[in-house]
């Protein structure tokens, strides 16, 4: 069954440190992958897609078919970046029904 | 910015009353989401729409929900009787599937709480 893992519900780093927030996915085929950001209590904002290969607010994501992982990433974490993170797959084999995992809760520590 | 519209933002209701949320896609949007939020259960896919017909309502208790799309500007959840469990945020998301601008956008959500 498709499935989507963020094994962190919430992830504490300080300001100005290394962010790597974990997603882990089920599929059989070609997956397409997106993560969304809430911040508090506004709606969900796709930050980035898989496809586009682009960086969103200094946060980048490879997907790495062999470890079923796509992995969000930011060099120097900043404030601003306390929010909400969703790892989203699209599941092309049933009409791009968007799969969520459950978030991790990034908190930046100043 | 196009901007998908949730009404109403907040409802309270009481236990075994009728809710209607709605929901304006973005003009041209073919594929129309519902979502609920919780804490326990993070976001729950409900329903979904693609060019107004119903794709997918297995994530819907179809005992008292019902998802509609009566034209291309409106979608509809419904719950009808409400339970204390339904108290949640309700999202809608819209978006093209597979175009330039793949992804979808959110609405600001439904907060329904059900005493």
């Known amino acids: 069954a498709q499935r989507v893992t963020q094994p962190e519900k919430l992830l504490s780093v300080f300001k100005g440190a290394p962010v790597e927030l974990k997603c882990n996915y089920s599929?059989?085929?070609?997956?397409?992958l997106f993560w969304y950001v809430q911040y508090s209590r506004q709606r969900l904002q796709l930050l980035l897609r898989h496809i586009s290969r682009e960086s969103i607010k200094g946060f980048t994501a490879d997907l790495n078919k062999g470890e079923t992982s796509f992995h969000l990433k930011k060099p120097f974490a900043q404030e601003e970046d306390s929010a909400m993170y969703y790892c989203?797959?699209?599941?092309?084999?049933?009409?791009?029904?968007?799969?969520f995992g459950k978030g991790t809760r990034l908190h930046i520590l100043p | 910015d196009a901007r998908v519209t949730q009404t109403p933002r907040h409802k309270v209701t009481e236990m075994g009353q009728e809710v209607t949320m709605r929901c304006q896609p973005i003009l041209g949007h073919n594929t129309v989401f519902w979502y609920r939020q919780t804490m326990m259960q993070g976001l729950e896919l409900l329903a979904y729409f693609r060019n107004r017909a119903p794709l997918d309502d297995s994530g819907m208790p179809k005992d008292r929900f019902s998802a509609e799309m009566p034209d291309a500007t409106l979608a509809t959840l419904k719950i009808q009787p409400s339970e204390p469990r339904d108290s949640a945020v309700y999202f809608c998301?819209?978006?093209?599937?597979?175009?330039?601008?793949?992804?979808?956008?959110f609405g600001s959500g439904t907060r329904l709480t059900v005493v």
């Open positions: 998301a819209s978006g093209l599937a597979r175009g330039p601008n793949y992804g979808y956008t």
């Open positions: 599929y059989s085929g070609s997956p397409e």
């Open positions: 989203a797959l699209s599941d092309t084999n049933r009409d791009d029904k968007i799969i």
